[in-house]
């Protein structure tokens, strides 16, 4: 512990350019409800309660000679480099605009380097359809999609009740990034980018990419029927493309 946290004192990451406090930004009306800024802020644990915590989850892992050198390694820590990474804390917990946590959070999540897929991004199965007449592949795609667009008209019209645990409202911000956003690449560190007023979905077949606009000109989401003409058309067109 002394020694991963002596490195950051040394090379003063936590104030370095590499934790970046997230800033306001403009954002849609709709994105404005989910901020929730009358939340009670992450605090920040006293120093000595978080050392004191650290020797009780380690104690059972230690020999009694290597507990011992850790509690003396410990203490070390709560006298010197813990006060400055503490001080530094605070610091970031006043310049934050949400949680202090967040700038950590970001740059371990646009600073890692290996695939996204996988690594970052985990991949799942969905159940089949409960109505197995629907569970051809195009059909199912345009359910999913059209069902979908459904919960992004709630989201933007704020009409989702608020998150609870135990009748505490949650802060609901990570809505906001769920639609319409993307990660693009940079030299160190990629960022984020989000257009709240998004009306377009990529369609990946048989490696060919495909922008697709799901919203009609009445500014309606798409019905099922016509999203499954769309994903037809795309198999067509990839197929011959495959071909070529």
């Not at 306001?24 to 644990?45: F, G, Q």
């Not at 990034?177 to 990529?202: H, M, N, V």
Request: glycine residues 2%.
């Amino acid at each position: 512990m002394s020694e991963q946290l002596r490195d950051l004192s040394e090379n003063n990451i936590l104030k370095s350019d590499r934790i970046v406090v997230r800033k306001k930004k403009t954002v849609a009306k709709w994105a404005k409800k989910w901020e929730l800024e009358d939340l009670p802020r992450l605090p920040i644990p006293e120093l000595k309660a978080t050392c004191d915590r650290y020797l009780e989850a380690v104690a059972p892992l230690l020999s009694p000679e290597e507990l011992e050198e850790t509690k003396r390694k410990t203490q070390e820590f709560l006298q010197f480099e813990g006060v400055n990474l503490h001080k530094q804390l605070l610091e970031l917990k006043a310049a934050a605009t949400t949680s202090w946590l967040e700038g950590f959070w970001d740059t371990m999540y646009l600073e890692y380097r290996a695939p996204v897929p996988i690594n970052i991004n985990p991949c799942f199965v969905l159940q089949d359809d409960p109505t197995p007449s629907r569970n051809n592949q195009i059909q199912r795609a345009a359910t999913l999609i059209n069902s979908t667009l459904a919960f992004v008209k709630l989201l933007r019209n704020n009409a989702l009740a608020p998150d609870t645990e135990r009748k505490t409202k949650l802060c609901m911000h990570q809505y906001t990034l769920l639609f319409g956003s993307t990660r693009i690449p940079g030299f160190g560190r990629d960022r984020l980018a989000t257009d709240y007023k998004s009306k377009t979905i990529t369609v990946v077949c048989r490696d060919q990419y495909y922008s697709v606009n799901v919203y009609g000109a009445d500014g309606k989401p798409l019905p099922v029927d016509d999203l499954e003409n769309i994903i037809s058309s795309i198999d067509t067109e990839s197929r011959r493309a495959e071909r070529n």
